[in-house]
């Protein structure tokens, strides 16, 4: 069984126009959301083997601040290419792990979150800033994951709490 949790970077600020989209900073909301957000991935006692993101600024920190809330101190791992990447480049990213890994949390960014819970589990929400979808599939290698084996276990997200 592999295990996904897909999570949406926390909200940005707009603040400087000036700042290339890559460089904006959490917002204050954001830098609550994450923080909380993290606490109930750690309620719920849940560690990734691996941790993926986006290196752009407001994914990192989402990803820092999430890692840190749960105890994660394995390095993250921070690519360029899931930078406002497609569906199909997340399910490349997710196929060529190692199988050794079964729990993975990926950082990213809309529109490409919305398309790979779409495509695997007809998924229609939005997920908003620092939402979280879990999927679960029922498969031992990364390179097998399909819409055929793929559960819908959670979405979670910051409003929930509020």
């Not at 991935?41 to 920190?61: C, E, F």
Request: glycine content about 4%; aromatic content about 12%; proline content about 3%.
């Amino acid at each position: 069984m592999k295990k996904i949790y897909i999570i949406r970077h926390a909200k940005s600020s707009w603040k400087d126009l000036n700042l290339d989209d890559f460089d904006r900073p959490l917002n204050r909301r954001g830098r609550f959301d994450a923080p909380l957000m993290g606490e109930k991935l750690k309620s719920k006692n849940i560690m990734p083997d691996i941790v993926m993101s986006s290196s752009a600024l407001r994914t990192k920190l989402t990803a820092q601040t999430i890692t840190q809330k749960i105890g994660y101190t394995k390095d993250v791992l921070f690519s360029k290419d899931l930078y406002e990447s497609s569906a199909s480049v997340i399910y490349d990213k997710l196929s060529n792990l190692d199988d050794k890994y079964e729990i993975v949390f990926l950082f990213g960014h809309n529109t490409g979150i919305n398309e790979f819970v779409e495509n695997y589990v007809e998924f229609y929400e939005n997920v908003p800033t620092c939402g979280i979808v879990e999927i679960d599939f029922n498969c031992s290698k990364w390179n097998e994951i399909s819409e055929k084996n793929a559960k819908l276990i959670s979405f979670d997200y910051p409003k929930n709490y509020k």
